[in-house]
């Protein structure tokens, strides 16, 4: 296992995921610094029998943002005001003004999905992940998946006022 391609391939897919389950930038940073760490001491324990290593990191990251969650005495959430910047960026001012109505209304309509939606919705459009390579991550059918983010989708559409804009 080539580790350094491993961080170059993955790195900002599970930026993104972390950022797009956390609010705040700097935790996304040491989450996503933590993922990488654990990654690599765990290296000689990534079994390819076993699935993909993106799923095996994800499966990191997915652990990763839980115990943050529990260290700050609540459960992890799936904000996505901050899914829409890289790594290490500060948001243009143009880029803002545009933005900003747009992705409070989308932060609404996924406040109100339930956690699990949430979390699945995250790992296929953060992270890019396929329904199959979610369902093997979380133990759900992939058909299930499908269901699960055509509903999330629905959901979040009738929030929006019918908005074909996810």
Known sequence: ???ADIYDRYFDKVYNYVRYRVRLADAADDITARVFEA????????DPAKGPEQAWLFGIARNAVADWGRARGRRAEVPLDGAFEGPGSDPRAEDILEGREERERVLAAAAALDE??????ALKFSSGMTNREIAAMTGL???NVGIIIYRAVKRMRELLG?????
């Open 162 to 166: 019918g908005s074909k804009s996810i």
């Open 1 to 3: 296992m080539d580790f």
């Open 39 to 46: 990654a690599l001491g765990k290296a000689g324990t990534y």
């Open 116 to 121: 699990r939606s949430r979390d699945i919705m």
């Open 141 to 143: 059918g992939e058909n």
